[in-house]
């Protein structure tokens, strides 16, 4: 049990320079302090919260078994389960790596792009180097350079890789806010570093770059979109040296992948609230054999008997069609969480998973998540959204 402090870090007062080592400089006292304090703990192997511009970490010493065990038992992660390394410079991956290993020109081109970003490489593992625990015995390490200021500078000023999953317990949806880490994590881990609201609001994409074949497989859509990758990839390689993008259960599928826990959400329960969660398929039309309804029949399924009304909060694209449809209808109490337009895809990512945590704080009965696009960040929005819901429905608007 800890008494957990809150700590604030003005992500404004640091920067970077490339001439010493990629330490920072920091220009608030506080934020300085702060930094001290959490690289002080990670150095006596505790656990720190953390925000990246993707979501909050839950940071531990990356090469101390002791520190890592901590992530494993606080989160309550199952141990199958590997952890992303985070670094703070090029040098620093390269002291993780083994030896005799040297970059391909895809990881290049992306590092290059990327980095530091959310992006997450495999790397082969040099046993002697990355202790078990962080792979879960797998053969490759996942590492990743973050953008934020606050993830950077920690790294920097600890001096120590971290190993950092979201900082949620297991099977929740991924905190993008400190208070978020605080309301879920309280007493359990000794300080969080508030930085605000994470940027791109769910996690990096995880890319596996080591199959024989060249090409590069997407085992998690995330922050740097597929197309983006695409582009890089085409910009950079020379034609000797081009590869396809293959994004799993799009475009691949893996037995061994689906039946070991690599692949989010594939072995065990993701993203999800203590609130049930439906999918709304507003735009595909149902598969063979299950019908859509319109949107006053599927309303009037959600209705409690004795007059009691339910409450159900909506996560939809703030100009969805959806909104007019429900407003008209009373006997249900709504929570409405508009997420981006349905042009901007990168804003419903940024906020999904503060709606999730929001409606299940506002004590809703029951959560509607319309489907968006799967292109661009809408892709990594609706691998989490499905893993999140329980179940789908299907609608028609008239
Ligand atoms: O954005 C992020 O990646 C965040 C922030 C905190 O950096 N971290 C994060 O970690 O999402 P986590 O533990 O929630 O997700 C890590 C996932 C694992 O579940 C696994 O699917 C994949 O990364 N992963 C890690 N190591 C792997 C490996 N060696 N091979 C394949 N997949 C791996
Ligand atoms: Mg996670």
Redesign the pocket.
Known sequence: MFRTLLLRCDSAAISFSSTNHDLPLIACQKTSAALASAARLLNQLQLVAFP?E????LGAHALSPQALAAIFSTKGRPAD????V?VSSLPMLHSLLPKAYSLSPAYQALIKHFWPG?L?L?FPRDPNIIPDIV?AG?P???I?F?SHPVARALIAVANCPLA????NSSGKP?PTKAEHVLHDLNTKVPLILDGGSCDVGL??T?V?GLHADGNIRV??P??ITVEDIERVLTLELTPDNTCRVLVHKRDYKDQAIEHA????GMKYRHYSPSVPVTLLHTSTPPPPGLHAFSVPSFISTLRMPGGIKSKVGVLAPVDSRLWESINLEEKVQWHKYPLGSIAQPSVTAQRLFDGLLTLEQEGVDLILIEEISEEREGLAVMNRVRKAAGESKWIAFQ
Request: no cysteine; proline share 16%; net charge neutral.
């Open positions: 990246t993707t979501v909050y970490g389960n590997p952890l992303i985070h959310p997450t495999l792979t797998q490759s390490v996942a990743r973050p950092a999953p979201s900082a991924s996690e990096s995880v596996d085992l998690r995330g922050g826990p690599t692949t989010p």
